[in-house]
Nanobody, 125 residues
Framework: QVHLVESGGGLVQPGGSLRLSCQYSGFRLDDFAIGWFRQAPGKEREGVICIGSRGSTTAADSVKGRWRTTRDDAEMTVALQVDKLKPDDTAVYYC???????????????????WGQGVQVTVSS
């Protein structure tokens, strides 16, 4: 059974930083990319950044140069470092897995096979 558990959300001021983590288990690590998605109130869930089983990353234009993700299969943890936060980044953030076969489309929610429960990130002064 797949388990994805996010942590590290909270309230942060504009321009600030956060580090989100996701602990994962229950799937074959070589076969899946791990991604971060977010959903703001009244908006559709969107892919933010993802990392394949071989370490390649794909990021949405809105976060390129600001955010980065790393993956440690030994610790079974993926981290998301979010810098230069903006109020528009306020959302619930989810960790999710997609088949490595579709790693070039790992930001597409339609390829996700399992989701975490999500953590709230609020950017406000």
């Amino acid at each position: 059974q797949v388990h994805l558990v996010e942590s590290g959300g909270g309230l942060v001021q504009p321009g600030g930083s956060l580090r989100l983590s996701c602990q994962y288990s229950g799937f074959r690590l070589d076969d899946f990319a791990i991604g971060w998605f977010r959903q703001a109130p009244g908006k559709e869930r969107e892919g933010v950044i993802c990392i394949g089983s071989r370490g390649s990353t794909t990021a949405a234009d809105s976060v390129k140069g600001r955010w980065r993700t790393t993956r440690d299969d030994a610790e079974m943890t993926v981290a998301l470092q979010v810098d230069k936060l903006k109020p528009d980044d306020t959302a619930v953030y989810y960790c999710a897995i997609s088949p490595q076969l579709f790693v070039k489309k790992c930001l597409d929610p339609n390829h996700v096979q399992a989701w975490g429960q999500g953590v709230q990130v609020t950017v406000s002064s």
